[in-house]
């Protein structure tokens, strides 16, 4: 990129100017504009999450770039390290000039705020794990093609956020259920929880992410606990068998 723009690779103080590194716009949304992630920090204009990894720490790359310290949390201690360059007490830092104009100063300090959040993480790009639903119910629903008259509860969960939950626990009923695959930004899972205490009519209880180790956008829908009556069984019937498709002979050689 440096020899298409003419400057120097091997030289630190050789620099492209920043009208050279493309369009001012922000294609992604992320809070970079698209020439400073071409020029400066190597991700992807039309990405918001240029390495991938917001399933494990549900940071964009805008985001990543005003933590300074590295921990994916934007507070006031990456705003303490701006202001002391603002301020002249330490020497001029290009990691720390957010829109890379060579100065550091309100523009850049007013970039670094937007990404900060009462909780400290940051607020583009995070889960949001809902329990949406339990029923009772059979294994197998409403079908009227069963063996089994065991009843379970039915739970549904989904990930509101736009970024995927790692790994969680589950909790029903003061039962902890690991799901090892997490839930990707925007789907919904429906499982099936069969025998005691779970069949009981009665207060039920859900947790997701019992063991509070998600950082998500808000915390204050994790849990939903409902009176869920018995259902009447549908009348047993036999399932219709689907017919086999008739195979072709194949035409001789």
């Given at each position: ?14 620099a492209p100017a920043i009208a050279q ?93 937007t990404f900060i959040s009462p909780s ?95 950082f998500e956008s808000s915390e204050s ?33």
């Open positions: 990129m440096e020899c298409a723009l003419g400057t120097d690779p091997t030289s630190s103080s050789s590194c493309g369009p001012l716009g922000d294609a992604d949304g992320d809070g970079l504009t698209d020439r400073v992630e071409y020029c400066y920090y190597g991700t992807l204009a039309n990405n918001i999450d240029s390495d991938g990894d917001a399933t494990l720490d549900g940071a964009s790359d805008g985001c990543e770039t005003r933590s300074f310290n590295g921990d994916r949390i934007v507070n006031v201690a990456d705003m303490g390290m701006l202001a002391t360059g603002v301020s002249g007490t330490v020497a001029y830092h290009p990691n720390v000039d957010v829109n890379k104009d060579g100065v550091l100063n309100p523009a850049d300090q007013g970039m670094v705020a400290g993480r940051c607020p583009n790009g995070q889960p949001d794990l809902r329990v949406l639903s339990m029923r009772i119910e059979l294994e197998t629903g409403s079908s009227c093609a069963y063996t089994s008259t065991a009843l379970g509860l039915r739970v549904t969960v989904q990930n509101a956020g736009n970024f995927g939950a790692p790994a969680f626990l589950l909790q029903v009923d003061g039962i902890n259920h690991l799901l090892s695959m997490g839930l990707g930004a925007a789907q919904t899972l429906s499982m099936w929880f069969g025998g005691a205490p779970y069949s009981n009519m009665g207060g039920h209880n859900v947790f997701a992410d019992s063991g509070q180790t998600v829908n994790n849990v939903l606990t409902q009176i869920v009556p018995i259902p009447t069984l549908p009348p047993t019937c036999t399932p219709t068998a689907t017919p086999s498709p008739t195979a072709t002979p194949s035409p001789p050689i």
